[in-house]
T-cell receptor, first 120, second 118 residues
Framework: GAVVSQHPSWVICKSGTSVKIECRSL??????MFWYRQFPKQSLMLMAT?????????EQGVEKDKFLINHASLTLSTLTVTSAHPEDSSFYIC????????????????FGPGTRLTVL | AQTVTQSQPEMSVQEAETVTLSCTYD???????LFWYKQPPSRQMILVIR??????QNATENRFSVNFQKAAKSFSLKISDSQLGDTAMYFC???????????????FGQGTRLTINP
């Protein structure tokens, strides 16, 4: 199946700094990617939809200026947590629908391995 | 808006037993997809099984099968001959496949933590 990677797998930063997380589709093109946030022992909450060539679509309650999304190419989306604070500490996961030239069905989504962010 | 509900926060069974995880959902759509994802301790999301709403036949994948009741909006997962490696969080998810409406978002349930005991 299609592969999605994330980098870094974990990051620790100081409060007030910005952190960038990359999401890459390795063997298929992804004009759309999704970013999720998952707190310990909880479900995945969709934060935003990343669209190549246009602005990201944010879910209600997600601060656009706080979580900057850039879909730089057909295989790369980045999430930047700006001025991070301890409450931003979480597990961030990206996903991309298949079928975007990757030979798999469009209704299947492929998930990255996630990035654990800890803000001190 | 679609909602997905998993009413069992935790379940525990002995190895080799059969276990059923419950999931209900709410939607006004007629065409949609339902999924069960597994999230082991590594936290990598793994697709377990998928069901298209227009198919009456229940999906099966080896030891995993679903009981899809469209009228009742129920989508349970049965794991037969459970194995230690089945220990994980299991999430039920709903997708509206309408590409025209935009990207196909997944709506997840709260999850069920399944433990298989030796």
């Amino acid at each position: 199946g299609a592969v999605v990677s994330q980098h870094p797998s974990w990051v620790i930063c100081k409060s007030g700094t910005s952190v960038k997380i990359e999401c890459r589709s390795l063997d298929f093109q992804a004009t759309t990617m999704f970013w999720y946030r998952q707190f310990p022992k909880q479900s995945l909450m969709l934060m935003a939809t990343s669209n190549e060539g246009s602005k990201a679509t944010y879910e209600q309650g997600v601060e656009k200026d706080k979580f900057l999304i850039n879909h730089a190419s057909l295989t790369l989306s980045t999430l930047t947590v700006t001025s991070a604070h301890p409450e931003d500490s979480s597990f961030y996961i990206c996903s991309a629908p298949g079928g975007q030239g990757g030979g798999s069905s469009y209704n299947e989504q492929f998930f990255g391995p996630g990035t654990r962010l800890t803000v001190l | 808006a679609q909602t997905v509900t998993q009413s069992q926060p935790e379940m525990s069974v002995q190895e080799a037993e059969t276990v059923t995880l419950s999931c209900t959902y709410d939607t006004s759509e007629n065409n949609y997809y339902l999924f069960w994802y597994k999230q082991p301790p590594s936290r990598q999301m793994i697709l377990v099984i998928r069901q298209e709403a227009y198919k009456q036949q229940n999906a099966t994948e080896n030891r995993f099968s679903v009981n899809f009741q469209k009228a009742a909006k129920s989508f349970s997962l049965k794991i037969s001959d459970s194995q230690l490696g089945d220990t994980a969080m299991y999430f039920c998810a709903f997708m509206n496949p309408d590409i025209i409406q935009g990207a196909q978002k997944l709506v997840f349930g709260q999850g069920t933590r399944l433990t298989i005991n030796p």
